[in-house]
């Protein structure tokens, strides 16, 4: 019997990548020396399109596939794929939702901790002899009990809250919608006096076309000197340029971030800048939750070719 086929656009660990090559016909992008060489090769024959939150599917990845009647996304954030030519094209989108959102969450407020108390900078101190010649690690700041102010209340979004109403903060959110006394948490609908409210501001909202830039200039800046971004959606939601600068002059206090435009070459001057947590945009990375998202992508592969109702569907 012959095995349907895909485009695999970029890797995933290896025990999902046996079970892709045992249920299909894999065309590993990924490994390709000469993509369009590839695509010119194997495009009409690919029938699905299997790729990750970050990479997607662009307009001209879909042209050289004329025949795919599917994109699966291995992620929640499908801002990568162009859906428009999709849904033109009756090309169906299905993506993994609900299994990261905890380990996503999670990291988050590590990263807010780390960043808070200075674990890695505490890290060094102590293997590099400071602790010893130096004395005493230069003071943190405090989290519980502060104010928290989350951009975008979706599942992730609700997940970083929950946790955070552990720590005793005070919570407040902007979201398209005031979702009335969701938990006593504050509705307030402007990023920028979100913003100016909170001394920890999350970044977790979907990215699209409509929230590019939402952290803009103004935002950064009522945050503040004394505040901090953490960011795990997508780095197209933060006015990188502005970010970057606010950091540099201190208009803007710290930032722990997962995601940046171009990754993985960062914008090298992130490298500098003593006041920014770095992380390689693995939020949803523990062995659990990629097993549940490969274990995902699979589901919607084989329900596409079977005919049968897709498990997550975008569209
Ligand atoms: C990545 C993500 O897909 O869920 C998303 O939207 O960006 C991530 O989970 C993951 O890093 C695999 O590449």
Redesign the pocket.
Known sequence: MTKPVILQV?AYPEQDQQLLDAAFTVHRLDLAHDRTALLAKVGADVQAIAT????GADHAMIDACPNTGLVA?????VDAVDLEICRDRGIRVT??PDV?TGD?ADLGVAMMLAQSRGVIGADTWVRDGSWTGKGLYPLGRRVFGRKAGILGLGRIGRAVATRLAGFGMDIAYSDLTDMQNIKGWTFIADPVDLARHADFLFVTLAASPATRHIVSKDVIEAVGPEGMIINVS?ASNIDEQALIAALGDGRLGAAALD?FEGEPALDPRFLKLPNVLLQP?????TVETRKA?GQLLRDNLTAFFAGQDLPTPIQ
């Open positions: 970029g990750r939150g970050e990479l996304v291995y992620g929640v954030g993506n993994t990261l996503v997508r995601v945009h693995h939020a949803s990375g998202m």
